[in-house]
């Protein structure tokens, strides 16, 4: 007898938990949980296979290529770890392929996604949205020590300098045209209207004005 859907779903939920613990800011298991919960809230409205939306949601950066010498390893860790478990061979196969084609990177040449696929690339996505994507961005600059703002634009004409609000326009603002579902397009509009008034009320303190 194989393990039921809860019980699959807890054993993933743990192996991700104590292999991620090591890894820090924004891409620890904090991240895998709010995509999993946000993942779960969009098959309740686009439907689509729950357990292999749950397995790929748990299982996406497994093996990110930042923590595995620049390679890719979360699709040969997921098919390890179901595999372990007794998943079945077609979930295994799905997950498989989900997790192998989501990433941003990859976006140019990712096979095409399955409604389940859309629904995790769409969670994994509005991660970088919103309340949470401003603190990830805040927290990526002080790992990679690029700050939040140029506080002396006019300086820098020639060389711009790579900061947090930079990034948000080069790639957080253009998410939101990205989404594959409506159900997810309509969350990246709320919480990038959320990170635009964000960068009205900071402009202004930062001006003197706020
Ligand atoms: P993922 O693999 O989940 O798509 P990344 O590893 O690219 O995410 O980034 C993790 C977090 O750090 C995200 O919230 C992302 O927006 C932020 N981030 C990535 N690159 C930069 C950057 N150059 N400046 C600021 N924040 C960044
Ligand atoms: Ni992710």
Sequence with gaps: MGLSHRELIEQVSSIVRSRLAEQGAGHGYDHIQRV?????HL???CGGNLLVIELAALLHDIGDAKFHHGQECSKKFSVE???????????????????????????????????EGQVVQDA????ALGAIGIVRTIEFGVAFDQPFYDAEPARHNA???????????????KLRNLMNTDAGREMAKTREDFMRSFLAQFELECTGQG
Aim: aromatic fraction near 6%; proline fraction near 0%; charged fraction near 25%.
């Design 36 to 40: 999993w919960k946000t993942a779960c």
């Design 43 to 45: 098959q309740g409205i």
């Design 81 to 115: 770890i179901l595999n372990d478990l007794g998943a079945d061979e077609v979930t295994v196969n799905h997950v498989a392929q989900i997790v192998d084609n989501i990433s941003f990177r990859k976006r140019a040449s990712a096979e095409v996604l399955s409604l």
């Design 124 to 127: 994994d996505r509005l991660d």
């Design 159 to 173: 060389e711009q300098k790579k900061t947090g609000v930079g990034h948000f326009h080069e790639k957080l603002f």
